[in-house]
């Protein structure tokens, strides 16, 4: 069976473009795949965390992954931090990766803003530990949102790059011609690109300072449908196909986010609401909005009832991570030439 691998940052304010962009894809290929569903903390404290809402948030992501139909016993669920071959194979990865790559980063450029001189080492070094928390696993797919798009190529340098360096040393310890596989992305699903309900061209993001701006996934009915309302749109009628949609990012983002959540196309939702007004099409989103979130709201408020029971899965599910990504970083140290303590 091919392996995926994919994480959610820990970060607050799980919202509608993780759950599109990334949690419903998660879901999908437990059918068909191993999968390793991972909360990376590690990468969430390249920004400040406060130390007393981080473990809130770690337990609220797993929530959200088994609400939204994760099977943590079929497949792997677990935090980052509990399994420290990623810290160990990160290291690696930041000898083998170039700081010219890590500096090309537009998620870097635009989290460290402009004082670059004062962010964190750990955000400039963000896709080395990203490229460690796939490759621990020697995973073939990452089912990610279209953002993550440049991170993953990344992870592709890095893995040739060491097959490269290393390439004698992998031939000489039995590894044949290559150690780690070359990742493929896979950027699909219902909506890839989720965006601002402020700014239809800001992605929706968690660390929006406007709460307006997105659609948490914690949010009640009451709460869904008044973000919706309240949305920013331009003043004209919907169009009545997609081409008419150019030019107008907001009134695109909320067709495709009611498409994505129908399960139909752009085209059949303008097929049933082309020529009407926002004040018709938002309360129908609204509606929607709140009949696909609701339940997994609510069940994640259940299960965060009890944080005994989303640590004991995430214990689990780091012994059974740990076990496959040991052998692999025992494999690294060989080739790189450590001596491990047998
Ligand atoms: N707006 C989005 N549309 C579609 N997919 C998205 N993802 C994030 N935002 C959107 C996808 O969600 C997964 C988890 O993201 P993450 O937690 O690792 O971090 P992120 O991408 O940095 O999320 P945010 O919300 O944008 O956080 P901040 O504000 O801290 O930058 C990823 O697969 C991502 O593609």
Not at 45 to 53: C, L, N
Not at 275 to 282: P, V
Request: aromatic share 8%; proline share 5%.
């Amino acid at each position: 069976q091919p392996r995926v691998f994919s994480g959610v940052q820990p970060s607050g304010n799980l919202h509608l473009g993780n759950y599109l962009g990334a949690i419903v894809n998660f879901v999908a290929l437990q059918e068909s795949h191993d999968c390793i569903y991972c909360v990376v903390d590690m990468h969430a404290i390249t920004v400040w965390q406060d130390p007393r809402e981080l473990s809130r948030q770690i337990r609220e992501v797993t929530a959200a992954f088994v609400a939204s139909g994760i099977d943590p016993v079929k497949h792997i669920v677990f935090n980052q931090s509990q399994v420290s071959v990623h810290a160990e194979l990160a290291w690696v990865f930041n000898c083998v990766a170039r700081i010219g790559w890590m500096n090309r980063m537009t998620q870097f450029k635009d989290k460290a803003g402009k004082d670059k001189e004062n962010a964190s080492l750990g955000l400039l070094a963000y896709p080395s530990l990203m490229a460690a928390d796939i490759l621990a696993y020697k995973a073939t797919h990452v089912p990610v949102g279209e953002d993550q798009k440049q991170h993953l190529e990344l992870t592709r340098d890095i893995a040739q790059k060491f097959n490269n360096d290393f390439s004698e040393s992998i031939a000489a310890h039995g590894f044949g011609d290559a150690y780690f596989p070359i990742t493929e992305p896979l950027i699909t699903g219902p909506a890839t690109r989720i965006m601002s309900l402020r700014d239809g061209t800001k992605k929706m993001s968690k660390s929006d300072p406007s709460d307006y701006s997105r659609i948490n996934l914690t949010d009640d009915a009451d709460a869904i449908a008044q973000k919706i309302r309240k949305a920013k749109t331009d003043a004209d009628a919907l169009p009545s196909e997609v081409d008419g949609l150019k030019g107008r990012p907001e009134a695109d983002n909320l067709v495709g986010i009611y498409a994505a959540l129908a399960g139909t196309t752009k085209q059949q939702v303008l097929d049933t609401f082309g020529g009407r007004q926002f004040s018709e099409f938002k309360p129908a989103l609204g509606e929607l909005a709140v009949s696909r979130l609701g339940p997994i709201g609510e069940e994640m408020r259940r299960l965060m009832q009890d944080p005994g029971h989303i640590d004991a899965i995430l214990a689990a599910g780091a012994a059974r991570a740990e076990a496959i990504a040991r052998p692999v970083m025992d494999g690294v140290k060989d080739v790189v030439g450590f001596i491990r303590r047998n």
